[in-house]
């Protein structure tokens, strides 16, 4: 009799369980097959350099002519960053932008005593971080980066580039000034100049964007209550205005700004009239803070990146009239 029952139980139980299973292969079915479009979209794998002992990740488009030299652009994380996460195209989307223009992109990472070599800084003068307090070469390593990627790929000289992110943007600041016989030209954003001296071996082009309610870096000089929780990690930020009007000193540009830009959220202005054809150029957002600007996402708690302009459609745009 208790074998009945059990029999009958079971058979009862059964048509839901089939159902269940079914469901469980359709869910399967449907992840598998949105992974596989977004693998269709998704950037070739990265490739990993150790120059001087530090990891380099690089990304080439699978696109790309071998027989033909390609643009570089060094994309340097922000203070506590590392490389992984500037390479994240959820972050960023420095990768798709290398495979829709057609240039090489590395992401170095900055100096960490940490294992994993996370909570990286760069030391870009005033700022920061153990990079700073340390003395890391980052103008030297930078140069080891650009010399290490060209070992292994085509790269066209004339169109190495740098831009960054906060600490990562001070550090193209400091490239600039540092290393302008190797970058043809450097967009920061959010990180004002934090160089001590500056002076550039030729005239370079320079693209600074930020935004007005920055709360780290904060627009009109200082650090805001957003930045390192320990202060003597950082300095009192050089103002957005500042830093455009000592490149437009260094590049010796004559002409007044001109706005190429003026959309609603944003806008843009440009100095010419710049020694060897060079441009300053200043880009300006009213929102997004301490982000990049068209950025998919943001750290947890801050607010959206804005989306009144694309911060790497503006800096590739950019980079391409300087190496006119």
């Known amino acids: 009799m208790r074998a009945w029952l059990v029999a009958a139980a079971l058979a009862a139980l059964l048509p839901a369980a089939q159902a269940q299973e079914t469901l469980r292969e359709r869910l399967k079915a449907r992840i598998e097959q949105r992974r596989a479009e977004r693998g269709s979209e998704a950037p070739a794998a990265l490739q990993e350099l150790q120059v001087q002992g530090r990891k380099v990740l690089v990304h080439v488009p699978p696109t790309l002519d071998p027989a033909r030299a390609a643009p570089l652009v060094l994309a340097l994380h922000g203070g506590g960053g590392h490389a992984e996460h500037m390479a994240d195209d959820s972050h960023y989307g420095l990768q ?15 100096y960490s005593k940490l294992p994993g070599s996370k909570f990286a800084t760069w030391n870009a003068g005033g700022c920061c971080g153990d990079a700073r307090d340390r003395g890391s070469d980052d103008v030297a390593f930078a140069r080891a980066v650009v010399a290490a990627v060209q070992a292994r790929w085509r790269v066209d000289a004339g169109r190495v580039f740098a831009t960054g992110m906060s600490n990562g943007g001070m550090l193209a600041h400091r490239l600039a000034c540092e290393a302008a016989d190797v970058f043809r030209a450097v967009a920061s954003v959010a990180g004002t100049d934090a160089t001590e001296r500056c002076a550039p071996s030729r005239p370079i082009s320079v693209l600074h964007i930020h935004a007005r309610d920055d709360d780290h870096v904060l627009f009109e000089g200082g650090a805001g209550a957003g930045a390192f929780r320990d202060t003597s990690k950082v300095m009192a930020f050089v103002s957005v205005p500042e830093t455009v009007a000592r490149w437009v000193a260094r590049d010796r540009c004559t002409a007044p700004a001109q706005r190429t830009l003026d959309v609603p959220g944003a806008f843009c202005e440009a100095h010419a009239g710049c020694a060897d054809g060079r441009e300053v150029q200043l880009c300006v957002t009213e929102t997004g803070g ?15 990146a804005s ?14 009239r300087a190496s006119e």
């Open 96 to 110: 798709k932008k290398a495979d829709e223009a057609g240039f090489i992109v590395a992401f170095p990472n900055g």
């Open 290 to 304: 301490h982000s990049w600007p068209g950025a998919p996402t943001v750290r947890r708690g801050k607010p959206g």
């Open 307 to 320: 989306t009144a302009l694309n911060a790497n459609d503006v800096i590739w745009r950019f980079f391409e």
